[in-house]
């Protein structure tokens, strides 16, 4: 016989601070930590466990006895079905103000760091309606919630375009209105929906591999630029460009319309071929006179306004004086690498990306700045001795590595090379903390600012300068 599993309900418990990941944290009777996905700090509430582990429990507030005063009324109605916008149930400065903690906690706790007075975390001013870049999926076989599966109504029409459940790879929910992109994001996706619906082009569905709509992507940038881009799973010429005919005709304001054709076992599109069906094959993005061209395939910034911010906040940090080298590690495609240009005496950029790098350099020549220049490769291999005396000798180094961190042999390289100031972005600080604390003995952190670049969820990036220390 299989061993039941054992559930617990600790009744009348406070909910006392956030955790990794948007959760939130309570204290068990026996002492142990509880880790819930579904409340506020400062409620009281009864909770049932699903897994325990060996110094925490998992669960889920079942009862609430005292609504904390951090609570707001969500203004989405999916919210708590989709798991993208965790934290919309809480008041924003007390978003901001937990993730200031979780960074600086990190930097002390993971790092055993020493900290200056830390800048305080710089709030986005458009905590709705921020994302310039939304991506959604289309399923035949939409999620029910519990209260649809309760009820007694037979749902014959399954169709959905939005998000994937959280842990349900084959499930999406149908999404009717979100809160994170602006107008025509919404009005895109729900005419694109009901005008397939009537002229039975078929949805997806992965278990079964049949089905022709897949995913739709919008993007919408700072200049009101739009580009939509749908992915096919099977192509129906007649049915495509009805389809594409109806977006273009509907929506004028597109100014890039493409699509993919997709057979392959997932919806990843940087490896297919992408073919325009009207307009131009990009976008453009805009900051302080600078232009980026995007493609389909581009990295930019998901908040272009936030975006803005992180960058000034670096680039003040870096203080350049126009004399400098300046070295940008995991530089993506060149934004911030221009967007220091002016400011030095030259800007060497890497990133293992080959698109991303061919992007940076068009956009360098779009902007006129001949002060760049990029490389593609594995940082670890490229970042080289070699690499340094072909190219000078860093005075600064700006680096934004993905969550992971930067590889062992690229902070070895750093502290091998000592450049005089290092200032680094970080869109996870338990792997920034890590990184810092093997400088901490030639570097010491002079500045420290938190970035809220996704209100309504736990995520956070960190600016921190360290300034090499004085030989003894």
Known sequence: MSRKKK????????????AAKGKTVAKSPDGRVVFLSNAVPGDIVDIRTGRKRKSYYEGKAVKFHHLSEKRVE????????????????????DQVSYKQKEVTN?????????????????????IYFYRNKMEFSFSDSRWLTEKELKSDIEFKDKNACGFHIPGMWDKILDVNKCHLQEDPSNAIRNSVKAYAIENDITFFNPRQRTGMLRTLMI??????????????????????ELLLNHIAETFKEITSLQYIINEKGNDSIYDQDIILFQGRDHIFEEMEGLKFKINAKSFYQTNSSQAYELYKIARDFADLQGTE????????TGTIAQFVASKAKKVIGIESVPQAIEDAKENARLNGIDNTVFF??????????????????????ITDPPRDGMHQKVVAQILHILPEKVVYISCNSATQARDLALMKEDYVIEKSQAVDMFPQTHHVENVVLLKRRKQK
Request: charged share 25%; hydrophobic share 35%.
């Open 106 to 126: 990190n930097l002390i706790r993971i790092g055993h760091l020493e900290l200056p007075e830390i800048t305080p975390i710089a709030g986005c001013e458009k």
């Open 376 to 397: 593609d490769g594995d940082m670890a291999k490229v970042f080289t001795q070699e690499f340094i005396d072909q190219n000078g000798h860093p005075d600064l180094i």
């Open 7 to 18: 559930f617990h309900l600790f009744e009348n418990i406070e909910v006392v601070d956030t």
């Open 74 to 93: 969500p203004v989405c109605e999916h919210f708590g079905l989709c798991g993208g916008c965790k934290w919309q149930h809480m008041n924003y400065q």
């Open 325 to 332: 080298i300046v070295y940008d590690l995991y530089t993506g």
């Open 219 to 240: 993007r919408i940038s700072s200049t009101g630029e739009i580009m939509i881009v749908i992915q096919f799973f099977k192509d129906d010429k007649e049915k495509r």
